[in-house]
C-alpha cells in the first residue's frame, strides 16, 4: 500500500517537525538553508521550473491513466500514446499558465514566456517513453504474475493504480462528501484477453501501469513512519512484476545542480517503505528525467542497512528539532553564513558585519540597500516578542484531537487558575502527545509558548515544553512563572518585506483553503506573517519584497517553536509604505 495514515496528529498529518526527504536533502546540502526555508518558511522568488515540475508530473501520471484500444503491435500502441500527448500538453499549459499568474513574487516578469506546448510535449515524449520501455518488459514476460487475475477483473492490490473509469482511493473517504456517487465512468475501458491467450500490446499497457499520486485525489497520499516522526509521498512505484522499484519523476536531466540529491531521496523513501511494510525491502529505485528522456538507476539499501539507516535519520532528525526556536535573527555574521555553493543556497548566503558590511547573492543586493527601520511606540522589534513562560493551574477539559486553525488535528486541555482559565494545545500535531496524562491534578507547565485563536488566549505546547506535578517540584527551582492575565498574545510589529507567497489548496474534507505568507524582516530579526481566507485583501496582496509593512495587533502564533504572526481581519490594523 503506497499511501498511509499518520499515527498520531489526524488525517492531515503535516507537521514542519517531521522529517520529509525533501527536508533532508536540503538538510543535508545546507543546513542553513534547510532551517531559513523549512524552519521559518523563508522562500526565494518563484521560477517556472518550480511550477513544470508539478504540472508535467501530474500530466504524465493523467496520461497513464488512460485506457489504450486494441492494438497489434508496439509501433501502434506508441503512436497512440504520443497521439494522446498533445491535449495533455496543452491542459497542462493551461493549469501551469494560470498557477503563474497567481505567483505574486515571479522570478522574471516574462519568465513563462519561455514555456511552450511544444517544450511540454517534449517533456512528456520523453516520461512515456520510460514507461513505455516497462510496457515492453511486461510484454516480453509474458504480462507479470497478476495477468490472469486481471483477466477475471481482479485486483492484485489493496490500493490499486490510479486509471479513469476506476474510482480514486482516498485515504479517508469518510471525508468527502457524496464520493460514493460519483460517477467515474470513462470514454474508454480495458480490454482483456481470455484466460490463457498470450498477451496483447495493450493488455501490457495495464499490467505495467504503476500507481502514481492519484491527480483526482486531494488528500495527502504518503507514508507515514509507525512512530509518526518521518513520512514521505512517493511519485510512482513499478510493481507488476511482483517487485517493489520506487522511481521520482524529475522534469529536467540529470545534469541538474540539485541530482546529487537525488539517491538520498530515493534511499529515504526505500528506508520508509521498509518502515511501514513488515520489512519489505524495496528491489529498485531509479530517478525519470523528462526532459533528458532518461531514467537513473541506484542500488537500494538491502535489509541489513535498514538498522543502520534508521539511527542516521533519528540522528538528522533530532538535530534538525535542536535548531533555533523563538525568533530567528537575520542576516547572520560573515562566520555563520554559508558559502553559498550548494544548490539551492540563497537566504543562507546573506551575511552582514558588525560594521554594517554586507555581502549578498546578485539577485539579493536590493536588500543591502533597505533603510534601518525606525521602531518606536506603538511598535516593539520583533526581537522583544514574549516567547517561552511559565504557569501554574489544574489541567482539566481534555480534548482532541481536533482541528486547529491549519486543520491539524491536535491534542488540548484547560488549565484552570482559580476563577481563570486558558487553553492549552499542542503546537501541531504529535508536538505533546502526553499532554493528557495529568489531567486533574495541579501541574507546572514550563516552556509553553503564548498565542491567541478567535480572541482567546492560549498556550502552545511543543517538544521543549514540560508538564511537571506541581507537588514534586522544590519551591527553590521553580522557574519565574507569568499570571494568565498578563500573558502577551498580541504585538505591533514594523519591518520590510522580504518575500510573499500565496499557497491555495483543498482540505481533507473537500473545502477549499488560501493561506499568505509574508516574510517581515525589521533588520535584525525576521518572522513569519500568515492571512488566511477573509483575511487576505488587496493591500497584502499589491506588497512587493522592499516594501514597508506596519500592523497592530498581530496574533501569536507558534510553528514547530517559531514565532508565527497572524493576521486576524477584526483587530489586526495594518499600513503599508514603500521606499521606492
Not at 515571479?106 to 520523453?126: F, H, Y
Not at 528506508?271 to 538507476?297: F, K, N, Q, S
Amino acid at each position: 500500500m503506497p499511501v498511509g495514515l499518520p499515527p498520531r496528529g489526524g488525517p492531515l498529518g503535516r507537521t514542519r517537525g517531521r522529517l520529509s526527504a525533501s527536508a533532508l536533502t536540503t538538510y543535508l546540502r545546507c543546513p542553513q538553508q534547510w532551517s531559513l526555508g523549512y524552519q521559518l518558511g523563508l522562500q526565494g522568488s518563484t521560477r517556472p521550473s518550480q511550477i513544470l515540475g508539478v504540472v508535467l508530473e501530474d500530466a504524465l501520471c493523467e496520461a497513464l491513466m488512460m485506457h489504450p484500444p486494441e492494438v497489434s503491435s508496439f509501433d501502434a500502441l506508441q503512436e497512440w500514446a504520443f497521439n494522446q500527448l498533445d491535449a495533455v500538453a496543452a491542459t497542462a499549459m493551461d493549469t501551469g499558465t494560470k498557477a503563474w499568474e497567481d505567483v505574486l513574487w515571479k522570478s522574471a516578469d516574462d519568465a513563462w514566456d519561455a514555456v511552450s506546448i511544444s517544450s511540454l510535449k517534449e517533456r512528456l515524449i520523453g516520461g512515456m517513453n520510460l514507461f513505455l520501455e516497462e510496457v515492453k518488459a511486461c510484454h516480453a514476460a509474458g504480462g507479470g504474475p497478476f495477468l490472469d487475475l486481471r483477466r477475471t477483473h481482479g485486483q492484485p492490490f489493496e490500493v490499486p493504480e490510479p486509471s479513469l473509469g476506476a474510482p480514486p482511493s482516498f485515504p479517508l473517504p469518510e471525508k468527502v462528501r457524496d464520493v460514493e456517487l460519483r460517477a467515474w465512468t470513462p470514454p474508454s475501458s480495458a480490454t482483456w484477453s481470455k484466460e490463457g491467450s498470450e498477451i496483447t500490446w495493450h493488455e501490457a499497457w495495464e499490467c505495467a501501469r504503476p500507481w502514481f499520486k492519484d491527480p483526482r485525489v486531494h488528500q495527502p497520499q504518503r507514508l507515514y513512519h509507525p512512530d509518526g516522526w518521518a513520512s514521505g509521498e512517493l511519485d510512482l512505484v513499478l510493481r507488476w512484476d511482483g517487485r517493489i522499484r520506487i522511481v521520482d519523476i524529475k522534469s529536467g536531466n540529470p545534469g541538474s545542480i540539485f541530482s546529487s540529491s537525488l539517491e538520498h531521496q530515493l534511499r529515504f523513501y526505500a528506508w520508509l517503505w521498509h518502515a511501514t511494510h513488515e520489512g519489505e525491502v524495496v528491489a529498485e529505485m531509479e530517478g525519470w528525467y523528462l526532459e533528458a528522456g532518461e531514467r537513473v538507476p541506484y542500488s537500494a539499501p538491502s535489509e541489513e542497512e535498514m538498522e543502520g539507516l534508521t539511527k542516521i535519520y533519528a540522528e538528522h532528525h533530532r538535530s534538525m528539532q535542536g535548531h533555533a526556536s523563538g525568533v530567528m535573527p537575520f542576516p547572520a555574521p560573515p562566520e555563520s553564513a554559508c558559502d553559498g555553493t550548494a544548490a539551492g543556497c540563497v537566504w543562507c548566503g546573506v551575511s552582514r558585519s558588525n560594521d554594517g558590511g554586507w555581502n549578498v547573492p546578485g539577485n539579493l543586493d536590493w536588500i543591502s540597500t533597505l533603510p534601518e527601520v525606525n521602531i518606536g511606540p506603538p511598535y516593539a522589534p520583533l526581537g522583544h516578542v514574549q516567547g517561552r513562560v511559565a504557569v501554574t493551574g489544574r489541567l482539566t477539559g481534555a480534548w482532541g484531537p481536533m482541528p486547529n486553525h491549519f486543520a491539524e488535528h491536535v491534542l488540548g486541555a484547560v488549565l484552570v487558575v482559580g476563577d481563570q482559565h486558558i487553553t492549552v494545545e499542542e503546537s501541531e500535531p504529535g508536538a505533546f502527545p502526553d499532554l493528557h496524562e495529568l489531567l486533574e491534578q495541579e501541574i507546572m507547565v514550563i516552556d509553553a509558548l503564548p498565542g491567541v485563536w478567535r480572541d482567546q488566549a492560549r498556550l502552545y505546547l511543543d517538544r521543549s515544553t514540560q508538564l511537571m506535578k506541581r507537588a514534586d517540584m522544590d519551591d527553590s527551582s521553580l522557574p519565574k512563572l507569568t499570571r494568565l492575565g498578563l500573558l502577551r498574545t498580541r504585538a505591533n510589529v514594523k519591518g520590510h518585506v522580504l518575500s510573499i507567497r500565496r499557497r491555495s489548496g483543498t482540505r481533507i474534507d473537500g473545502k477549499p483553503w488560501t493561506m499568505l505568507s509574508i516574510m517581515l524582516w525589521d533588520g535584525h530579526h525576521l518572522a513569519e506573517v500568515v492571512a488566511f481566507g477573509a483575511s487576505i485583501n488587496q493591500r497584502l496582496l499589491s506588497l512587493h519584497p522592499g516594501d514597508g509593512l506596519a500592523m497592530t495587533g498581530v496574533e501569536l502564533g507558534w510553528r514547530s517553536g517559531i514565532l508565527q504572526l497572524r493576521i486576524d481581519n477584526r483587530k489586526t490594523r495594518m499600513e503599508t509604505f514603500s521606499i521606492r
